[in-house]
Structure formats: C-alpha cells, structure tokens
T-cell receptor, first 114, second 112 residues
Framework: QQQVKQSPQSLIVQKGGISIINCAYE??????FPWYQQFPGKGPALLIA?????SEKKEGRFTISFNKSAKQFSLHIMDSQPGDSATYFC?????????????FGKGTRLSVIA | DAGITQSPRHKVTETGTPVTLRCHQT?????MYWYRQDPGHGLRLIHY???????DKGEVSDGYSVSRSKTEDFLLTLESATSSQTSVYFC???????????FGPGTRLTVL
C-alpha cells in the first residue's frame, strides 16, 4: 500500500513533442505528490508538486495532472527539449503520518532527441 | 544549492571491509536521509533521521547502520561490505517529512 508505481521505465520523445509519465498509487491517504528531476551525475531535485485539492498544476512547460478517483497522477512535458533529458521520479506522502518520509516511484529515463 | 556535502565522492573497497559514508549539511534541517540508487530500482530509502540520535529504518536497511550525533552530520556505515552494496548513495535533507528534499551530489561505492 505504500508503493507508487511509475511508468514507463524509459521514454524517447522527439524534440517539440509531449512527454507523459504516469504514476499510480493504492493508499488513499497519500495527499502530497511531488516530481523530482535528476540529471546524469547529479542528485534529484524537486521539479513540481501537487496536492489533491486541485486536478492540475502547471509551471512553464511542466504540468501535473491528478485523478483522485483513479488514484493516478501524471507529468506532462510540453514542447520537450533535449535539455529535458533526465530521469524523473514521482513520489507521494501522507499528511498526518508522523515521521514517515516520501515514497518514490522507480523512475523514468527520458531521452529527447532532435 | 542547499549546503549538502557527501564524502567520499568515490570509493572502491573490498568485500568484508567496513565503510563509512558521511553526509554534512549547513542548512540546520531536522530530517536527513540515506538512499541508494541502482538501475531498475530507482531511489530506495536505507535509513532516515528525524533528529539528533533519532533514526529509523527504510526499505533496504539490512547490512547498514547509521548514526547522527550532531544536527549537521549523518553517517552511513556498512559494517562488512558486500558486492551487492555496490551502488550510488545519496544523502538528502528536509525541514520536515513532507517538505522538499534536497539531495547531495552522491557517493559512488564499488565493492570488489
């Protein structure tokens, strides 16, 4: 129940295309859903995050879509660029869970080709 | 960048030897984490700390121990390294369990 399942494992997108990464969860107590971006040789860094009181959050070319009834959330990268090539991790956490930390998905390696 | 350093950045060791990795922060964040990252497995939490001398196990804690005697330092020890512990290890910090985690640069450990 603490898992977050992420797909696909890898993704190749043409420059200018839309990249879509999906995550699904079982625990309905999850209430915070961040996405992290990791470039080769670096640690992950927070990209964008959403709480379940909204269905969508947009920051520049990056959008999180959230479907509470389906227990799914996804990251959309519009007009994908070669500089977006990185590994993306979705994560989830529970509001009133004491010290319990984030649960991460297994990651998606995105390659944007020209 | 958040003030997080990891040492060493690279280490090669032999099976059966003890290894200690250090994470040092200058942000005074309460929470500190150790993850390992392996192809196909993503980020897996080893141990985390929610205060000085307060630690808890993560998903893959077997074979690892941690200590936190000061707010700024979180040590990860492999008592007797095995080849299965070859990995990239990341330290992270956060103000709270659901706050943004800031990651260090990573330590690449090879156990021969």
């Amino acid at each position: 129940q603490q898992q977050v399942k992420q797909s696909p494992q890898s993704l190749i997108v043409q420059k200018g295309g839309i990249s879509i990464i999906n995550c699904a969860y079982e625990n309905t107590a999850f209430d915070y859903f961040p996405w992290y971006q990791q470039f080769p040789g670096k640690g992950p860094a927070l990209l964008i995050a959403i709480r379940p009181d909204v269905s969508e959050k947009k920051e520049g070319r990056f959008t999180i879509s959230f479907n509470k009834s389906a227990k799914q959330f996804s990251l959309h990268i519009m007009d994908s660029q070669p500089g977006d090539s990185a590994t993306y991790f979705c994560a989830a956490s529970i509001l009133n869970s004491g010290n319990t930390p984030l649960v991460f998905g297994k990651g998606t390696r995105l390659s944007v080709i020209a | 960048d958040a003030g997080i350093t990891q040492s060493p950045r690279h280490k090669v060791t032999e099976t059966g030897t003890p290894v200690t990795l250090r994470c040092h922060q200058t942000e005074n964040h309460r929470y500190m984490y150790w993850y390992r990252q392996d192809p196909g497995h993503g980020l897996r939490l080893i141990h985390y700390s929610y205060g000085v001398k307060d630690t808890d196990k993560g998903e893959v804690s077997d074979g690892y121990s941690v200590s936190r005697s000061k707010t700024e330092d979180f040590l990860l020890t492999l008592e007797s390294a095995t080849s299965s512990q070859t990995s990239v290890y990341f330290c992270a910090i956060s103000e709270g369990p659901r706050n943004e985690q800031f990651f260090g640069p990573g330590t690449r450990l090879t156990v021969l």
